[in-house]
């Protein structure tokens, strides 16, 4: 079961973007990395096409390993490690180790 899932609010808690917070964007669980929304902007170089005549560099979201960031419990909006339970169905889901409540 993946920890960090698309969509998951999170803070990073080393490198250069530490303390900032931000939403998932992708996650490449083969490579352990995730993309965070404004997080690790890298400038790259766009060609001038049709539909963008301009051209010039853009800043995309470059990925970053996910034990650089932790998940946000929604209901104490701190930084909280992640446990796995097993309900009574037999479903496995996350649970914020500071709060206790499903995530």
Do not use: W, Y
């Not at 917070?21 to 083969?30: A, E, I, N």
Request: zero cysteines.
């Amino acid at each position: 079961m993946l920890t960090i899932k698309q969509n998951d609010q999170v803070v990073v808690i080393a490198g250069k973007d530490k303390g900032k917070t931000g939403k998932v964007l992708k996650v490449f669980p083969k490579q352990n990395r995730v993309v965070v929304e404004h997080i690790n902007l890298s400038k790259k170089a766009q060609r001038r096409t049709q539909e963008n005549q301009q051209g010039g560099f853009i800043e995309i979201e470059m990925s970053i390993h996910r034990s650089n960031v932790m998940l946000v419990d929604k209901k104490t909006n701190q930084s909280t490690r992640i446990g796995v339970s097993i309900l009574k169905d037999g479903t496995k889901v996350r649970i914020g180790r500071k709060s206790g409540e499903v995530i």
